[in-house]
């Protein structure tokens, strides 16, 4: 199995879902974690990401952490001192429309989005709302291609499309497709030589479906044109996915693995779970449990059995501890002097 790995957890993509799955899988094999300094749940986001943020780095020291997933702004040169040069490096994306709504909900304190009723406003007259010198824009346009370490407003001119896209080629192994989660396991598991429960996984950060909003045609095309370098991205590597899927698995394996996935996942929700599945959040009986609440979205967590075995609970505890909670006792079980 790969030990060594680059996730760059891009906002709003499952993400924290997949990072769910990286930090069981270094806490089971006793991997480190490039956390930020101070045990905090960014690196400095929305800076470029620096060496100089990670928890314990020093540029006279050759530690390299194992797992880097923390959101962060990508800039290679600069992870490369963190890592080994042997590491993985992997990403997920999701259509721009989706992430665009899911955006407008979720960063409705953003400086684009404070002062406008609803996103069909925002998009009838943009840069009335959006300010290209504000430090939070990149939450408005582009959010994608603003992590990956460019330009939220570049030109988007064909030449200029496909140089990003070619840097993207050229520092990932991987990039995976939010809108096809299970899929993207089991291609994430090929890539990593791990096993079916390594990517197993409950939805985690995810919005009740009444925070959502229904988007008509015309808002569709909106936010297509407004967030283009995002839909850009997205379009080819959503090609690219299925061709490395048709390639190196086969559309009928990834079929019966996708199957397999889905069976191993209801089998631990009948073990791990009370009722059916996520519950609102005053609905979360154990506090330890309840997700970080943000803007308008209401973020669904869920129960635990009671009296399941020790090593059950445990397991099943992991599977849906929320990111914030996660990452901080890992923190302290690698510094423990250190409180954060």
Known sequence: PKTDIVFLKVHKSAS??????LFRFGETHNLTFAFPIGGGNQLFYPQHFLAKFVQGFSPQS??????????MRFLQPEVQKVVSSSAIYFSILRNPVQLMESSFAYYKGASAFSHVGSLEEFLSQPYHYYN??????????NLMTFDFGFNPDGDVSAGRVRLMLQAIEASFDLLLISEYFEESMVLLKETLCWDLDSVVSFPLNIRDSST????SDTIVEKIKEWNRLDWEIYTHFNRTFWERIERDIGREQMAR???????????????????TGSVAPKDIKDSSLRPLQHGSARILGYNLKQGLD??????CRR????ELQYSGALYKRQFPQKAP
């Open 16 to 21: 924290s879902t997949v990072m769910n799955i």
């Open 62 to 71: 050759s530690r390299r952490f194992n797992i880097l997933c923390h959101h």
């Open 132 to 141: 290209p010198r504000s430090s939070d824009r990149h939450y408005a346009r």
């Open 212 to 215: 959502k909003s229904q988007l």
């Open 257 to 275: 693995e996708v199957r397999a996935l889905r069976e191993r996942q209801a089998e631990l929700a009948r073990t791990c779970l009370q009722g």
């Open 310 to 315: 020790e090593e059950t609970e445990l397991m």
């Open 319 to 322: 599977l849906v501890t929320p």
